[in-house]
């Protein structure tokens, strides 16, 4: 069964994540099936279940986004398959940011980098109500699939 749903800006099916298989305070990690993906969704995939675990930090009461990547792992193929396993470790957290080493495996290819995240107030654009709603089914859903 894969989770899908389109949120009000039209995005469809860009979760990059099938299931969390760990959940801890400042740890979280998350598989997906690739085949054939464009290397760069493993970065994808790698923000993804950072931004799943800051906003499970703050209830999902706050929209969070990807503000750098301060360390960048290389991309070493063009595309890859497999079951991809994304590991995040929270380095720091404030009201408004969160920081994380990430590591990314799939296969032979194995990525480490560092990204910072930030968090700003559900606004009229994104929509309180049906985003904490939706990224709580989300998360609930990823961690029972």
């Known amino acids: 069964m894969q989770y899908n749903k ?3 800006f039209g995005v469809e099916r860009f979760i990059l994540l099938d299931r969390v298989t760990h959940y801890a305070a400042q ?60 590991t995040v470790v929270q ?3 404030t009201d408004s940011t969160a920081a994380y080493d990430i590591s990314f495996t799939c296969g032979d290819m194995a990525l480490e980098g560092s990204f910072l995240f930030g968090s700003t107030e559900f606004g009229i654009q994104f929509a309180k109500d049906s985003l904490t709603t939706h990224y709580r089914e989300l998360f609930q859903w990823l961690k029972n699939a």
């Open 27 to 86: 740890t979280l990690t998350a598989e997906k099936n690739f085949s054939d993906a464009p290397a760069y969704l493993a970065l994808e995939a790698m923000a993804q279940t950072s931004g799943l675990h800051f906003r499970k930090c703050m209830e999902f009461s706050r929209h969070a986004f990807l503000l750098s990547v301060q360390q960048s792992p290389l991309l070493p193929v063009e595309t890859f398959s497999g079951c991809g396993t994304t």
């Open 6 to 8: 389109t949120i009000h």
């Open 91 to 93: 380095t720091a957290m």
